[in-house]
Nanobody
Framework: QVQLVESGGGSVQAGRSLRLTCVAS?????????LGWYRQAPGKQRELVAA???????RYVDSVKGRFAISKVNAKNTVLLQMNSLKPEDTAIYYC????????WGQGTQVTVSS
């Protein structure tokens, strides 16, 4: 089965930056799909925060617009999330996946932002 591995999270102070990386195992053909970064905070539903289409168009949930940037490296089956000006409300576990017909979810990477 396809495996998704997220990395790059950590604990930072508000206003700082983090860069998250998602790598899909070979055979996934990530480049053929619209992709996204999701996050889930304790007691809340999983939320799509950033998406990138096969053609490279991006979109973001309003709460992160102007602060986050999603990108990808097709040849490496990799999706990136640059997170700037982090806020405490960004605290969550961050996951990557396709936008539809999901692969099994990875372990995610924890992002904790303190004020």
């Amino acid at each position: 089965q396809v495996q998704l591995v997220e990395s790059g999270g950590g604990s930072v102070q508000a206003g700082r930056s983090l860069r998250l990386t998602c790598v899909a195992s070979s055979g996934s053909r990530f480049s053929a799909n619209d992709l996204g970064w999701y996050r889930q905070a304790p007691g809340k539903q999983r939320e799509l925060v950033a998406a990138i289409t096969t053609g490279g168009s991006t979109r973001y949930v309003d709460s992160v617009k102007g602060r986050f940037a999603i990108s990808k490296v097709n040849a490496k089956n990799t999706v990136l999330l640059q997170m700037n000006s982090l806020k405490p409300e960004d605290t969550a576990i961050y996951y990557c996946n396709k936008l539809r017909n999901f692969y099994p979810w990875g372990q995610g990477t924890q992002v904790t932002v303190s004020s």
